[in-house]
């Protein structure tokens, strides 16, 4: 019997022994491709000799010193290079770093509403977001996010933020609208809840560049961050951009915000930063956000104990370091590429593959009951659950959810492999993956 509180109590959750490359391996010696990088986590495998190596380096240096006093060669590296590398316009900002995703973004809502306050702007604390969006798990980041399936059973402890929809071209986009017209109508959907909420009231918008375990890999269309840029600029409002899962080379750029031709205000980061190898996420704060601060009190309003730990920033730095010397991002966009136009050949005319999305190594795929109508399957049908079990008990790792039609209805599957994945390694998901779709979709129908 297990004593963890595992994510599911029935069953017996298999025990991981090992690792090989893009591969896991369990305590039966089972292989398993990891196709989804756990959670778009593990983007170079799981065996990268350097990053093991800069952890044991600084392991045996020092491994943490609390940052009420100290400061570390790691986190100070890190964020020179983060910010070096922060898409243009980006300036003199500042990173701080901390344990998870959902860490992250309850920091960068402090810290957005630190800003206003340190200018005297005191009415600002409103939150927009966009529904079938995912920005954590802790009590602000699930009422950031717009997953009403998850939010549910929490809702009477969540706070009031106000939802647009998101830039979701396969279920919004009108018959004969060009992309351009389309991400205006949606992005103005923003102007018109910052007017509803008041335009004194609203203290930032938060988005993911490219929606993840909630929409299943949706980019924006070429102009909508353009124009959430110009609105959030006209009406004071900080832009965050939620790269938890879409940044650190995922997409192709090491930043998904460098495709979008617009700059935020603040961005977090986590999964692909530490690869899996430490837990560690970041925020990212703009020079006009830490202007606002050193001319009002100098002092950030949060803190954790475990902030810039030394031993996590040393493994990120590493990650990077990896993904700049092995030309990875270029890697990301070549594989990406080829990713593609195979989920293209092999599932553009499946009767029951609604649509095809994502951008570099980051695909999802949404199962419809219609394709014609469009018609999702049942919730109650959990065929997202039960074509990622079939998936596992193949020998491969997928990420499928539900929910993006509404937020509880709607499947789909992400596929997230690591950086280094081989063609043959994109062929066996391509087969796997369709293999377990079909087998499930037989059993539903039937």
Known sequence: MSHVLHRTIRGKVPIVKSADGNYLIDDTGKKYLDASGGA?????????????????????????????????????????????????????????????????????????????????????????????????????????????????????????????????????????????????????????????????????FVAEPVSGASLGAEPAVPGYFKRIREICDQYGVLFIADEVMCGMGRTGYLFAMEAEDACPDIITIAKGLGAGYQPIASVLANEKVIRAIENGTGNLWNGHTYMSHAIACAGALAVLKVIEEDQLLGQVRLQGAKFKQMLVDTFANHPNIGDIRGRGLFWGLEIVKDKKTKEPFPAEFNLAGKIKQDILENGMLSYPSQGC????????????????????????????????????????KS
Do not use: W
């Not at 983007?43 to 100290?70: E, M, P, W, Y």
């Not at 316009?89 to 992250?104: D, H, I, K, W």
């Not at 796997?432 to 979709?441: P, R």
């Open 405 to 444: 039609v509404d937020g509880l209805s709607g499947d789909h599957i992400l596929l997230a492999p690591p950086y280094t994945v081989t063609d043959e390694e994109l062929d066996i998901i391509i087969e796997t993956t369709k293999k377990c779709l079909d087998n499930q979709l037989a059993k539903v």
């Open 40 to 204: 778009a986590v593990s983007c170079l495998g799981h065996t990268n000799k350097r990053v093991i190596d800069a952890i044991k380096d600084q392991l045996d240096k020092v491994s943490f010193a609390h940052t009420g006093v100290f400061s570390n060669e790691p986190a100070e590296q890190l964020a020179t290079y983060l910010i070096e590398n922060a898409p243009k316009g980006f300036g003199r900002g500042r990173a701080m770093f901390l344990g998870s995703g959902s860490e992250a973004m309850e920091a960068a809502l402090k810290l957005a509403r630190q800003y206003h306050l340190e200018r005297g702007d005191d009415a600002r604390s409103k939150i927009i977001a966009r529904d079938r969006s995912y920005h954590g798990n802790t009590l602000g980041a699930l009422a950031t996010g717009g997953h009403k399936q998850r939010q549910k059973p929490f809702d009477p402890l969540l706070i009031d933020v106000a939802h647009i929809p998101p830039c979701y071209a396969y279920r919004y986009k009108i018959d004969g609208e060009s992309d351009e017209a389309f991400g205006l109508r949606m992005a103005n959907m923003l102007e018109a809840e910052i007017l509803k909420q008041g335009e004194g009231n609203v203290a930032a």
